[in-house]
């Protein structure tokens, strides 16, 4: 399906590019949303990758499938933004950020003080991913919410796969290590 | 593979991403080391919070601004070349029409240097001669179309030239023997 949009779209043919557009948008958002953390942020990235997409398109071979590389130019450009914006991030954004919601399926304890909690350890959670460095954030982001496979964020991010493993252990441990700090810490 | 290895391998051996060889030696060492298997343990409970601690994502539809922005860009690209098709490739183009036109100035360039080098050739070749006023023997133009050997420019210009000494060469000649006539009388 995408190889047929991309050589309409190479043969000059627009309407396929708002096909491509309405399958990956979506995805491509969400991807961005997670890593920026702030809608208005993610909302202009999306758009400047698909630009960047629709630029560059000629250049795409077809050596990788186009949703590894959309994602490729997508964690580009993300880790450019947050690489130009290191100064002024701050990690209590965003609608959703502090509300905590349970994945769907998990058994869900609804007295107030379980809800606490569970909101409580969530918002740590997320305050700690956010702080992550981008190059483990990325990899754990493409591999736990975008459910990309060790190989497939190799492909994206244009590392051995070893790499990818040891960053996402690294992240995990980070994770993991400062849970325990703040758990801890607790009175 | 040692505990450091087992350790750094326990994210990958959880998501059943190890090959069959590596996920036999993770398991064979997991059930000889307690350390490592409570690291694993570990492990395995953080996946369902990093799980749950994922974002709600806003709702967006930017399909539209999208080709808006898409659509503005490929005007942008259109102005110089014409239609869409043509735009995208508008970069590539534009080096190819840049090295067309560096390609012309350099053959225009090796044609100036060739007539410069072929006019050389001929002062040097013919200079004694005019000088001497003698006639320009016939295979001196072979020889000058031998070591011209930069083409038909080359040639044309050595033949006329060849030909403009000559009579000047004559010309030359004649001035002396009326020279000759005139002290002679």
């Given amino acids: 399906m995408d190889e047929i949009l991309i050589h309409k779209i190479k043969a000059g043919d627009l309407d396929s590019f708002e096909k ?32 960047q997409v629709f630029r560059s398109l000629e250049t795409f071979r077809g050596d990788a499938k186009f949703s590894t ?63 992550l460095p981008d190059k483990y954030r ?12 060790y190989h497939q964020i190799a492909e994206t991010l244009d590392i051995p796969v070893k790499t990818v493993a040891t960053r996402l252990y690294r992240a995990k441990l980070i994770l993991k290590e400062r849970l325990r700090g703040e758990t801890d810490g607790l009175p | ?6 350790k750094k391998k326990i994210p990958e051996y959880l998501s059943g991403s190890l090959s069959g060889a590596e996920k036999v030696a993770f398991e064979a060492h997991l059930n000889l080391c307690p350390s490592c298997r409570r690291e694993a343990e570990s492990f395995r409970e953080l996946d369902p919070v990093i799980d749950a601690a994922d974002l709600e994502i806003p709702f967006a539809d930017l399909t539209a601004d999208i080709m808006n922005a898409v659509r503005k860009e490929a005007r942008k690209e259109a102005m110089p070349t014409g239609p869409v098709q043509d735009t995208r490739n508008s970069r590539t183009t534009g080096i190819s029409r840049t090295r067309g036109n560096s390609r012309g100035r350099i053959i225009s360039l090796m044609q100036d240097l060739s007539a410069a080098a072929a ?28 070591t011209g050997s930069v083409g ?18 004559d010309s030359v000649k004649s001035i002396e023997l009326q020279m000759k006539g005139d002290e002679e009388l």
């Fill in chain 2, 1 to 6: 593979m040692d505990c450091r290895d087992i």
């Fill in chain 2, 119 to 146: 006019a050389a050739i001929i002062l040097f070749w013919f200079s004694g001669t005019v000088l001497a006023g003698t006639q320009v023997p016939e295979y001196s133009r072979g020889v000058a179309r031998v």
């Fill in chain 1, 69 to 131: 590389w959309i994602y490729r130019v997508a964690s580009n450009k993300c880790l450019d933004f947050l690489h130009k914006n290191k100064k002024f991030r701050f990690y209590e954004p965003a609608a959703g950020w502090e509300t905590g919601e349970q994945p769907a399926g998990s058994p869900v304890k609804t007295d107030p003080e379980s809800i606490y909690l569970r909101e409580e350890k969530v918002r740590r959670v997320r305050r700690i991913i956010a702080g």
């Fill in chain 1, 20 to 51: 491509l557009v309405s399958r990956y948008q979506r995805k491509i958002f969400s991807f961005v949303y997670r890593m920026l953390v702030s809608e208005e942020d993610a909302r202009d990235i999306t758009q400047e990758i698909f630009i």
């Fill in chain 2, 152 to 169: 038909t420019v080359v040639q044309t210009y050595i033949d006329l030239s060849a030909s403009t000494v000559n009579r000047l060469s």
């Fill in chain 1, 138 to 149: 990325v990899a754990l982001v493409l591999f736990h919410y975008e459910d990309l496979t």
